[in-house]
């Protein structure tokens, strides 16, 4: 029972983390640092913003793969279906969202605060998913983890330069592909400085939740790991 309502939250999260990238997304003030290189391919080609999320993740997967080598195990592989799930989750959110066209600047940033509120929440149950042992990530932060494991860098740094790097070479691609900037706009400065922000927030005052759904969580850990080393790993992200 314990183990179902640990998948029920990693779903929920998964997608609640997919409504809030399409809510910032459809503010039209650019979007978050890890789906800037998708969201402006997806304004020069005649694929989604899902589509290409899941095309780029495919490529961190094959990257990752060069790093770790023989560190590459089955947990990286599970990002594969589930990167795609968060890929037509995107998709389904913005068809979800279509209603939200704002015109005025003010309602722009309304929308952007809001899409990162939720992203936020959303991050914030990726984190109380973390709670399992053998814990997988969708390929924005297993890319990140990746490189701290092999060459042994901090990864609050790496992570940041990672999202800065991101956001670069989206605006660079922009120039090349619309010969203007376009998907990478001060939203996206926001979305970065504001989404840990909100989600340590929750983690903060929602600190009750985790002992209150899983009491046992440290100790079924500790056994699960014990008897079981096979079980397969549940999967979490980052956004």
């Not at 899983?214 to 979490?236: G, K, M």
Request: a negative charge.
């Amino acid at each position: 029972m314990e183990k179902l309502k640990r998948y029920i939250i990693f779903f929920i999260g998964l997608y609640i983390n997919s409504l809030g990238v399409a809510l910032i997304t459809k503010a039209s003030l650019g979007t978050s640092p890890i789906s800037s290189i998708p969201y402006v391919l997806s304004l020069n080609f005649p694929f989604t913003l899902g589509n290409f999320t899941i095309f780029f993740s495919l490529l961190l997967i094959f990257l990752q793969l060069l790093i770790l080598r023989k560190n590459f195990k089955l947990e990286h592989v599970l990002q594969i279906p589930i990167s795609i799930l968060f890929g037509y989750f995107i998709d389904w959110s913005m068809i979800l969202l279509g209603f939200v066209n704002p015109s005025f600047y003010l309602m722009k940033i309304i929308y952007l605060l809001i899409g990162c509120l939720i992203l936020g929440f959303g991050v914030y149950m990726e984190v109380l998913a973390e709670v399992l042992a053998n814990v997988a990530m969708l390929p924005g932060e297993s890319f990140v983890r990746a490189i701290v494991m092999t060459w042994h860098t901090e990864f609050g740094v790496t992570k940041i330069c990672f999202d800065v790097s991101m956001t670069v070479i989206a605006g660079v691609l922009s120039f090349v592909f619309a010969g203007k900037l376009d998907g990478v706009r001060e939203g996206t400065v926001i979305a970065a400085l504001l989404v840990g922000f909100i989600a340590r927030l929750f983690g903060r005052f929602l600190s009750f939740v985790e002992p209150t759904l899983f009491p046992d969580s440290d100790t079924n850990t500790d056994s699960d790991t014990d008897t079981d080393s096979t079980d397969t790993p549940i999967v979490i992200f980052s956004s």
